[in-house]
């Protein structure tokens, strides 16, 4: 039994998001169907976190078992060979036994593109949040900085409770969705950096962490967007992450602009 | 009576090409429709030429008449209020009233991205030709130099004498389409640059001249390529050329690949 990690970079527009789902176009359901096209055996590929319909990946991390003697790097060309053009291995290794996409991850990068030229080229809809109102940039800065470091992100987490995207951070006794051993799933994760950036006629958030809730950096985005607005000021982001409400916090970003860009072990 | 000129830019990847069609979405069908919304009219805007399916433009002309008095400055907006953000208007200004976007067309210019990585990021999958094999460029650029200037690009052009995406030159005496007072269609055309150059992973051919025929730049293209597998010699398209004959030729390059960048009166 091999234990086979793939590097992944998909465009999320035509697909319902990561997860497998009856009825619906996944990335993890046409992974599946690939590897068992080529292994002749079922798998379910366990990705390092569920990105949603819309969301795109850079370098999205899956692990899965298989019997079969493929060469790791024939796994490469078979597996593009067979996927749809929006959806790319970029890499495939051998991994240890113990080695887990979701559970072994230490740190994740996400990125969220913002256009802000008066008319969004066609060329970049799909892969950015048109967005060419007014905005205090540098606010938008202050803002980020003050989401770094270990807070509860309850405000900034999906309400859904059943719905975690991230992983539990190091630290971290219990996971969101299945909590161990009975214990209350935590909404505290550690951000070590979050910025923004301006390139060309973008405007580019970037945050690292030890892992995010359910659009979590979808809901950061469209808060710092109201503080970019002067609707709050960057102060109000302490205020927000210790309210733990998701009321306190802004709208949910559209998911096209955002990106997993890697994920650390 | 106003003559509008307007600036379009679009991804062709979802449409069956510029010309309104019954049962199809065409991007002159989508024009049409978000025009008719604002002025109340039934017009058929008219572009420089037609592109085929799957093929983009960076900016297309296109000019209509119309009675209405919305300011050509608020078309803009309206219009891409209306439009899927695959279709962008740039730029609406009155022109005079023989201009006609085809008609008065004096020469285009045409690009072809080549990604030439061994794997397509899925980003560009929609935006290029994805060719990962071994291609002896200075070859290519030799090549393109030789269909510079006049020639009978008969050998160039798609097979259906019914369709021209060309406009014709300004030395012609008749359309291909429609043989004015029964001349003979001319395939006669004038190429005033034609090169390729490297750009990061891509291998990238610009072509401008006074008119295309229908499939002209992808099949110079799929011509190029035969010369840097070394299947034919660059000096070859000088003996192509003189044939005539589009089996002389290579074959059509894929529409992903190509675009219209822009029309010059």
Known sequence: MRNLKLILSYDGSEFAGWQVQPDAVTVQGTLASAIGRITGEKVLPQGSGRTDAGVHALAQVVTFVTESSVPAANFVKALNDILP?????LEVEEAAA???ARRSARGKTYRYRIYRAAICTPFLARYVWHYPY???EPAMVRAAGLVEGEHDFTSFAAADPERSAGVPPPFASSENRHGREGAPAS???RIFTSSWECQ???FIYTVKGSGFLHHMVRN???????????????EDLTRILEARDRSAAGAT?????LYLV????
């Open 85 to 89: 053009a929006s959806v790319r291995v």
């Open 98 to 100: 113990d080695f887990h």
């Open 134 to 136: 007014p905005l205090n």
């Open 187 to 189: 909404n505290v994760r």
């Open 200 to 202: 060309g006629d973008e």
């Open 220 to 234: 950061l985005v469209g808060t710092f967007i109201l503080v970019g607005k002067a609707t709050l000021r960057a």
């Open 253 to 257: 970003a559209p998911a096209s602009g």
């Open 262 to 265: 890697n994920v650390e072990y």
